[in-house]
């Protein structure tokens, strides 16, 4: 489904969280971040947003054919959050890393490369064009899950 290129299959696959996983209010998040609340402030905002269950559905499609891992510009220490989050919607083994939000896109990037993979869903434009821009594969949400569930 997935190619690097010709005939060159893609093994993991690499997702956001907040957004991605979550339905959440990116612009009221964007505004508290603007305005530097904490970031534990922002997770009690955040944490317990609706799961994306169409996305859920799809990871659970493919987990048996490519190995899938959150990369989150969350900080290490909400990192537990997320692997609640995972245990509750039934999904394990994905790895999880978390990058911490200055300087997000680059060290999304960063980890990306560092990690050898070449596929990223996030449902921030910006992100994607950014990461585009330096030969990674990148899909919204919406997209994925269409292309993962027409199969």
Not at 8 to 26: H, K, P, R, S, V
Not at 92 to 101: N, V, Y
Not at 112 to 139: A, H, P
């Given at each position: 489904?997935?190619?690097?290129?010709?005939?060159?299959?893609?093994?993991?696959?690499?997702?956001?969280?907040?957004?991605?996983?979550?339905?959440?209010?990116?612009?009221?998040?964007?505004?508290?971040?603007?305005?530097?609340?904490?970031?534990?402030?922002?997770?009690?905002?955040?944490?317990?947003?609706?799961?994306?269950?169409?996305?859920?559905?799809?990871?659970?499609?493919?987990?048996?054919?490519?190995?899938?891992?959150?990369?989150?510009?969350?900080?290490?220490?909400?990192?537990?959050?997320?692997?609640?989050?995972?245990?509750?919607?039934?999904?394990?083994?994905?790895?999880?890393?978390?990058?911490?939000?200055?300087?997000?896109?680059?060290r999304k990037l960063e980890?990306?490369?560092?990690?050898?993979?070449?596929?990223?869903?996030?449902?921030?434009?910006?992100?994607?064009?950014?990461?585009?821009?330096?030969?990674?594969?990148?899909?919204s949400p919406l997209t994925?899950?269409?292309?993962?569930?027409?199969?």
């Open positions: 489904m997935f190619r690097k290129s010709y005939n060159q299959e893609i093994e993991t696959i690499a997702l956001d969280f907040d957004g991605t996983f979550t339905y959440c209010n990116q612009g009221l998040k964007r505004t508290l971040e603007s305005l530097r609340i904490p970031w534990s402030i922002i997770n009690l905002l955040f944490i317990n947003s609706r799961p994306n269950k169409k996305l859920i559905k799809a990871l659970k499609k493919i987990q048996k054919d490519y190995k899938v891992v959150i990369i989150s510009s969350r900080p290490t220490f909400l990192r537990k959050k997320i692997e609640n989050f995972l245990v509750t919607e039934g999904l394990q083994e994905i790895e999880i890393i978390c990058t911490g939000w200055l300087r997000r896109k680059s980890a990306l490369k560092k990690s050898g993979i070449s596929v990223y869903i996030d449902n921030e434009k910006d992100i994607r064009d950014f990461l585009k821009k330096n030969l990674i594969s990148t899909f994925f899950c269409r292309m993962v569930l027409t199969d």
